[in-house]
């Protein structure tokens, strides 16, 4: 028992070196404590009501978020706004829809049902729009990146001049945590480029915290009743190894021989 | 099953039992004579049957969601985790469960290797074990595909584009393994059919798993032969239903953990950007548990050389049972084979690292020499090995370890001597 237990720690130690290992270039990323980590880690409701507000009115006017309604925004788990504030926030986008009886596309204001209204009509438009780059869908665009909620946090905060013998082409930035440095989003963020109404100092540090929270509940929208299920489910599992541990015994012991 | 003399208690049962001996069966099953002595490396087979159930009813409902199109697949992946009730639960199982499973299936593996498992009677289960891992294997990458995100999409260009290798036909196949001249929306349907198949097959393999088992019995850790029933040997049921249920609980609470806590660490970001096949990535690499045979595949530097390296280097574990000459099965009384036993376990943990790495420099010449040794390992050291090696004699039987030579005999000789003072 205690041997196989030894056994098996090790390999777990050595692969969990090997996968440390393995996450390629190593770069510190800027650190920040996240509410949302750990065995019970919940999103901050307020840093997502904000980074909510960061993303409408900085981030959406170029990135797309296709694959959330604003119905998400009233569910639980998430920034919670009361369903009246998500029917208002909904409604303040124009949507287009039809055809109507007489064939005709129309616009109307947003419904809860509706999905987030793209900046774009389509790829090629905001390629047209944006020198040729596609700005990435941000619907899961935390879980796409390798460093995660960290590296979206830095590179939000990584704009600066270039270092010396680095000549940058027109539309093209540096950006100290963009992979190859280059980057063709100029910085989106700058102290006071949003008005918070909760009293929140909107400093570029804060923005970018509050946006990236908000980015990993559109990434994983029921973070919180998996960390709540988990932590039950694992208990649970612990209980029930223990009894079986010693059912197991008491069985075993009928015959003169080690477990 | 030819021993059983099995009447049923009830006429109902009777009447049944006579037209279909099932009663004959699960009768088999609880008193299946198993050697005391198993340890916990041994309790992975019935992990095994877990993790394949889990895959299969997870999958099942998973694909009741999911949409099989190009364009659509990512999508109702995205459907799946936001909207489906609990769909990020079953997903994040299935996902997960993928990796528990070929973790259970390595541990499984490298313990027959260490107590000989495979040996004489028991090559046919060893050779269904390996057809099993290959099902797995492919299984397991065409459900990498299914996403239909920028892994999955490069990973099946790259592993599809290995038939190429074969000489003369091999572009007319790669055409034919897609559907069309590019991995696209024909491919996506096919693997998504194989995908749902295959399992299947892995199931119908299992029972003839289980079955070729159950004629001469359990290994054990000793390796010797046993009689059976005997004093060496307990019922299936309940010694080893609850000795293999305690280890299973272990595993789940593991295997939670990355379902709760880290669902996607095993998995790769570019996963989660949509497949684009104008745009590669920086890296393709598969998932873990096929680094090894990566490594090896990359460590080659002509195409079909490193296609028929890869490929040797699973079905020369077919032949291992006559490759290995040794008459003595358990690696506890073989001093020599034990050493080179962890060599191999170190190599081919060294190949799965290096197979994450980029195939230059150091790293390829690290593959290319564990690539050769792990050849080595099977051609030429253990055929040598059993005529050289001067073994520890084995004991007479498992009860009566008089000669045993490890430290769990001696602790269950001490627990032995106690009870008879």
């Known amino acids: ?259 | 099953m030819s021993d059983h003399n099995y009447t049923p208690q009830s006429k109902v049962g009777k009447w049944f039992n006579d037209r279909l001996p099932l009663l004959t069966l699960a009768n088999h099953l609880t008193d299946y004579p198993t050697p005391k002595n198993l340890n916990y490396w041994w309790t992975f087979g019935g992990i095994l049957t877990f993790c394949l159930i889990t895959q299969i009813v997870t999958g099942l409902t998973l694909a009741m969601h999911y949409i099989a199109h190009a364009d659509m697949a990512f999508e109702s992946v995205e459907h799946i985790m936001r909207d489906v009730n609990y769909g990020w639960l079953i997903r994040y199982i299935h996902a997960n469960g993928a990796s528990m499973f070929f973790l259970a299936v390595y541990i499984h593996i490298f313990r027959s290797l260490f107590y000989g498992s495979y040996k004489s009677p028991r090559e046919i289960i060893w050779i269904i074990g390996i057809i099993i891992y290959l099902l797995m294997m492919a299984a397991a990458f065409m459900g990498y595909v299914l996403p239909w995100g920028q892994m999955s999409f490069w990973g099946a260009t790259v592993i599809t584009n290995l038939f190429s290798a074969i000489p003369l036909v091999g572009e007319g196949i790669v055409t034919w393994l897609w559907g069309g001249y590019s991995v696209d929306n024909p491919t996506l349907t096919r693997f998504f059919t194989l995908h749902y198949l295959i399992p299947f097959l892995i199931l119908g393999l299992v029972v003839l798993h289980i079955w070729a088992l159950h004629v001469p019995g359990n290994n054990n850790p000793v390796g010797i032969d046993i009689q059976k029933p005997s004093k060496d040997t307990v019922p299936f049921h309940p010694y080893i239903v609850i000795k293999d249920g305690f280890a299973l609980l272990m595993f789940m609470i593991v295997f939670a953990f990355f379902v709760f806590y880290t669902p996607n660490i095993l998995g790769h970001a570019d996963n989660y950007i949509e497949a684009d096949p104008l745009v590669t990535p920086a890296h393709i690499v598969p998932e873990w548990y096929l680094l090894p045979f990566y490594a090896i595949l990359r460590s080659v530097p002509d195409k079909l050389l490193g296609v028929i390296a890869m490929l040797s280097a699973i079905l020369i574990l077919a032949a291992l049972p006559w490759l290995d000459t040794s008459k003595i099965r358990s690696a506890v009384f073989r001093p020599l084979y034990r050493q080179f036993y962890w060599i191999l376990v170190a190599d081919v943990l060294i190949l799965g690292y290096v197979g994450a790495m980029p195939a230059e420099g150091l790293y390829l010449l690290i593959a290319r020499v564990a690539t050769a040794y792990y050849f080595l390992h099977f051609l030429v050291i253990l055929p040598l090995l059993g005529f050289r090696e001067k073994t520890i004699p084995l004991p007479l039987s498992i009860t009566d370890p008089v000669l045993g030579g490890s430290t769990n005999f001696a602790t269950a000789k001490n627990k032995e001597k106690s009870v008879i003072k």
């Open chain 1, 1 to 259: 028992m205690k041997v196989f237990c030894k056994k098996f720690t090790i390999i777990f130690i050595v692969l969990g070196v090997f996968n440390i290992s393995n996450a390629a270039e190593k770069v510190d990323y800027l650190k920040t404590d996240w509410s949302f980590k750990g065995l019970f880690g919940k999103f901050d409701r307020g840093a997502l009501q904000r980074g909510y507000q960061v993303y409408t009115e900085v981030c959406s006017s170029c990135h797309s978020m296709k694959y959330l309604s604003y119905r998400n925004l009233a569910e639980k788990g998430g920034p919670e706004f009361t369903e009246a504030q998500a029917k208002v926030i909904a409604a303040s986008f124009e949507v287009k829809d039809g055809p109507n009886a007489d064939g005709e596309m129309f616009t109307r204001p947003g419904k809860l049902s509706d999905k987030f209204v793209m900046p774009y009509d389509n790829v090629k438009a905001a390629q047209a729009a944006n020198g040729g780059a596609y700005p990435p869908d941000m619907s899961v665009l935390v879980k796409a990146r390798g460093g995660g909620v960290d590296y979206i946090y830095s590179l939000l905060q990584g704009y600066d001049d270039p270092p010396e013998g680095i000549s940058l082409d027109e539309g093209v930035y540096y950006n100290k945590y963009m992979y190859g440095n280059k980057i063709k989003m100029a910085s989106p963020l700058s102290d006071g480029i949003v008005e918070y109404s909760d009293g929140t100092i909107a400093t570029v540090e804060q923005m970018s915290k509050d946006v990236t929270t908000f980015l990993m509940w559109t990434a994983e929208p029921h973070l919180e009743a998996r960390h709540k299920m988990g932590f039950k489910a694992i208990v649970y599992l612990i209980i029930l190894t223990v009894l079986v541990y010693f059912s197991m015994k008491k069985i075993w012991s009928r015959i003169e021989t080690e477990v």
